[in-house]
């Protein structure tokens, strides 16, 4: 099995939509590897095997090897642009990391605790306001997905972003432009069921 964190691509001497074209009706995916203070470089990809690539959610908050032609650049997935009528990617953009220098990554969220929870076991029902958030972290902090703990969570109240707990050395991007942007992330609502058990 190839490694899930390892893109092997080809260069692609022409840019533009009919050179991107033509590498989709061979089977190939156009992409782009910017960053680093290097010029962009154009790449293709087997489309068959970027799809096993992505099967795996890990994929989009890792810092990745993109080998090409024999050498090995670090990037980290900042863009995938797909078809919307069928199962086909169009497009990737990749961003060449400095191990030393700060990265913005989208990254997942997991809740856990939610039948459990104090609103769960009422009956409750969360509603998830978002379900990726963008960090500031060295590259080496970078988190596979953050986790949401929904145990305390009762019928009626709200979590926060500022309530999500955060691993040593990451950030919540937005959360640095002020306290009006501590966004809710997951809410307990009272399900039908349990407003009728409130009435009676």
Not at 9 to 26: C, F, P, V, W, Y
Not at 102 to 126: D, M, Q, R
């Amino acid at each position: 099995m190839s490694n899930v964190f390892e893109f092997v691509a080809e260069s692609r001497g022409q840019s533009g939509k009919s050179a991107a074209r033509n590498a989709r009706r061979q089977g190939n995916v156009p992409e782009v590897i910017y960053g680093g203070h290097i010029e962009p470089q154009m790449l293709v990809l087997n489309h068959n095997e970027l799809i096993k690539h992505l099967e795996h959610e890990a994929v989009y908050s890792h810092v990745l090897d993109v080998t090409v032609d024999g050498k090995t650049e670090q990037a980290i997935l900042k863009g995938v642009q797909r078809n919307p009528a069928k199962f086909q990617i169009l497009h990737l953009d990749f961003f060449r990391v400095n191990m030393s220098e700060a990265v913005k990554v989208h990254v997942p969220l997991h809740f856990i605790n939610e039948a459990t929870s104090i609103g769960g076991k009422k009956g409750g029902i969360v509603t998830h306001s978002m379900v990726y958030v963008e960090v500031l972290c060295l590259p080496s902090a970078l988190p596979e997905y953050l986790e949401v703990d929904l145990a305390g969570l009762d019928i009626g109240e709200t979590i926060h972003l500022s309530n999500v707990v955060l691993p040593a050395g990451i950030e919540i991007v937005v959360l640095a432009q002020g306290p009006e942007h501590d966004l809710p992330v997951a809410s307990m609502m009272a399900s039908k069921a349990s407003k009728d058990e409130a009435v009676e």
